[in-house]
């Protein structure tokens, strides 16, 4: 039922930018908390950025500086701004969002992923 995509993956030269998009369909994206992950090759997922309902930010520290994210509710759409990428940013990123039933039980959504690479 929730549909996450995410896009604005690429090769990008070290230093450069990329913007990624998530929008988010098949729920009341207003009310929900909203997370960057990645995964680089050999390594565990980790938390990237994410953002609150009502706009708080909080960032991994490695991308504290360099990342920004923000949400647009009119459109349903979560993005990250990466600044001054780096080779270790390089990695698949993963669009999250956690929902809330009538009783109050969470569920955990995820994008299919969008490769970053960051190479020179």
């Known amino acids: 039922q929730v549909q996450l995509v995410e896009s604005g993956g690429g090769l990008v030269q070290p230093g450069g930018s990329l913007r990624l998009s998530c929008v988010v369909s098949?729920?009341?994206?207003?009310?929900?908390?909203m997370g960057w992950y990645r995964q680089a090759p050999g390594k565990q997922r980790e938390v990237v950025a994410t953002i609150t309902s009502g706009g708080t930010t909080n960032y991994a520290d490695s991308v504290k500086g360099r990342f920004t994210i923000s949400r647009d509710n009119a459109k349903n759409t979560v993005y990250l701004q990466m600044n001054s990428l780096k080779p270790e940013d390089t990695g698949v990123y993963y669009c999250?969002?956690?929902?809330?039933?009538?009783?109050?039980?969470?569920?955990?959504?995820w994008g299919q992923g969008t490769q970053v690479t960051v190479s020179s």
């Open positions: 999250n969002t956690v929902t809330f039933s009538a009783w109050g039980a969470a569920s955990e959504y």
């Open positions: 098949g729920s009341r994206f207003r009310l929900n908390p």
